[in-house]
């Protein structure tokens, strides 16, 4: 076998796996609407989230490299982490309940955007010209599909969407700084499991009756959430950032056609309008990155 032909061969299950995590957050962001439409809390989803997901990845932890590879000498990085993500999954479900889903989604996409700046202001990252352009027209495309102002869309989902993906961005930056020394499914245990204590707290303090279809949609958060995480680690695992995070775009796509199918909504033109220019701005601002960390590589082994 060519050399090129075992990279094509590595790529496929990349995409793959990136696909098929983008069709699970789908399935889950689905699922959590319906439940909280079928009485459950906002606690309540949260919790089963992190429950799913801490089962499958123990799970898979075990059944795999076993459960020695979770030791980590950098707990307090991981309960920074945790503590991040648990504040930001909360703004992002809220979205999901408050927006319909092909908007919430729409504006999750402004993560890697907030990525941006946050890694220039506070890690101080090279950032030219053409990607502050980037970032600028980003944020242009949220005011499209936001419309503050004009009620497009309720404006109080809208700050939820948003403040979900700026805290995501600094999930993002914690990531690239435990990562140096961390396996990806170590974190990802880590961040389930320690999650589990706040809202275990928070799940016994609102638990109530609910209808057994209910529990069923609950369930299913905790089984889309664990596998799509599940999934998107592993593509990241076999494929380049830069290859596999285009294809989260297409979850735009699942959302119009779930939001459709379930609940009875269709994108809003100003989604139609907006969308683009956010997801053009967010694969810059991934192809810059690229570039850039190709760059160095290339500077790191170039002698003198």
């Known amino acids: 076998m060519t050399q090129s032909a075992s990279h094509h061969d590595s790529l496929l299950p990349a995409i793959g796996l990136r696909l098929l995590s983008v069709l ?9 609407k319906l439940a909280q439409q079928g009485g459950a809390a906002l606690g309540e989803i949260l919790f089963f989230r992190q429950f799913g997901a801490a089962v499958l990845v123990t799970a898979v932890i ?23 993500g648990v504040i930001s999954m909360a703004f992002t479900f809220a979205a999901l309940i408050a927006l319909p889903l092909a908007e919430a ?7 890697p955007i907030f990525a941006t700046v946050m890694g220039a202001l506070v890690l101080g990252e090279p950032t030219g010209w053409k990607r502050w352009a980037a970032v600028a027209a980003g944020f242009a495309g949220v005011l499209i599909v936001v419309q503050p102002g004009g009620h497009a869309i309720p404006l109080t989902g809208g700050l939820y969407g948003l403040t979900a993906a700026f805290l995501t961005a600094i999930v993002f930056i914690l990531l690239r700084q435990i990562g140096r020394t961390e396996r990806a499914q170590t974190t990802v245990w880590w961040f389930s499991v ?15 009756a609910l209808p057994a279809r209910t529990w069923t949609r609950l369930a299913m958060v905790g089984l889309f959430g664990g596998g799509a995480q599940l999934a998107m680690t592993s593509s990241l695992r076999r494929g380049a950032v830069s290859l596999v995070v285009p294809f989260d775009y297409t979850s735009l796509l699942w959302a119009s056609l779930l939001g459709w199918w379930l609940f009875g909504t269709v994108p809003r033109e100003t989604t139609f309008l907006g969308a683009p220019i956010i997801i053009l701005s967010g694969l810059y601002i991934v192809w810059r990155e690229h570039v850039r960390r190709r760059e160095r590589t290339a500077a790191a082994i170039t002698p003198d």
């Open 24 to 32: 699970l957050f789908a399935g889950m962001n689905a699922s959590i």
């Open 62 to 84: 075990a059944a795999g490299p076993g459960l020695g590879t979770i030791r980590t000498q950098r707990l307090g990085a991981h309960v920074t982490r945790a503590t991040v």
């Open 105 to 111: 989604t729409t504006i999750a996409f402004t993560a």
């Open 194 to 208: 320690l999650s589990l204590l706040p809202l275990g707290i928070v799940f016994a303090l609102e638990v109530h």
